[in-house]
């Protein structure tokens, strides 16, 4: 829930009938703005004390990179919205001891890079760039947010040989959908958030809009998927790996847990095992499709 949401949602259905340019930049501005800035957790920090630390650019924003091991297999880990890179630690270190070599970021606005706000071009932008660094990626691991930005990144050309996603959000129109809801803004105001979006976040490639959802148009990511969403969810409904599993076909296996929620699924050890088993598995095992899990 926003902050004056009451306030906020009369200023900008107004603002959207009369200033229709006005109201995207403000929409967009809120939309892209995390709820805070989560901190380092004990538990994190000796892995991240033993990161090599790197920094790249984008979009005239510093951004934070992290890399462990000898370089060779590397793994992306893509955290979520309001959230940072630590919170993959667990899958971090048991990639390292599997000889894989982790490779992290914190997006503007997050975690140890300055800065106020981010957005899903940001992100496939910085997974660009980490890819002409590091190389082709064995895997891609990612939780909430992070799910749909990698997707959105990976069908936009680049490659990896397993996707992992964890909590993750799926249809970016229910997201979108769900900022609707929590200011109250009528229709008019998301239209001109998506004009904002394409004449001036990326005006050189028209109906992005439409590319962002990743529960659909999937062919072009031909790896196995294997998706964790606990049933009781309170951040990120079930529904949108569902919709996930169901776009990416027989490639796709969904484990639900239970008991877990948002956050504590990226610390199970039986997420966390299960995960890494299918980065090492041999190719082309069956899709067991959708079973459950207690956490």
Not at 146 to 171: E, K
Not at 176 to 198: A, K, N, P
Request: aromatic residues 8%.
């Amino acid at each position: 829930m926003y902050p004056m949401a009451p306030l906020i949602r009369t200023a900008l259905n107004v603002t959207a009938r009369v200033a229709p340019g006005a109201a995207g930049r403000w929409a967009f501005h809120l939309f892209v703005r995390p709820l805070g800035r989560a901190r380092l957790k004990p538990e994190e920090q000796a892995l991240f004390a033993a990161a090599r630390t790197g920094h790249l650019q984008v979009r005239g924003k510093d951004v934070v990179t992290y890399a462990w091991g000898d370089g060779r297999r590397p793994v992306l880990l893509v955290h979520g919205w309001s959230s940072r890179a630590s919170r993959l630690t667990a899958f971090a270190e048991a990639l390292l001891e599997r000889g894989y070599s982790p490779v992290a970021f914190d997006v503007p606005g997050h975690g140890e890079s300055p800065g106020r706000d981010s957005n899903i071009v940001e992100y496939r932008e910085i997974i660009r760039q980490l890819h002409a660094r590091h190389g082709d990626f064995d895997a891609v691991v990612a939780h909430s947010f992070g799910v749909l930005a990698s997707l959105f990144a990976l069908r936009d050309g680049l490659r990896t040989a397993r996707f992992v996603g964890i909590g993750g959000v799926g249809s970016f129109d229910l997201l979108v959908e769900g900022f609707q809801g929590g200011l109250g803004v009528d229709d008019r105001v998301l239209r001109c958030m998506r004009d904002h979006v394409e004449r001036r976040l990326v005006p050189g490639e028209p109906g992005i809009w439409d590319r962002f959802g990743a529960d659909r148009d999937s062919g072009e990511l031909a790896a196995p998927v294997l998706l964790f969403h606990d049933d009781g969810d309170d951040m990120v409904p079930l529904v949108h790996s569902r919709r996930l599993a169901r776009a990416h076909g027989d490639r796709a296996r969904l484990v639900v847990t239970r008991g877990l929620g948002h956050r504590r699924i990226l610390r199970d050890p039986g997420v966390v095992d299960e995960a890494v088993e299918f980065l090492t598995a041999p190719a082309g095992e069956p899709s067991e499709g959708e079973r459950v899990i207690a956490g």
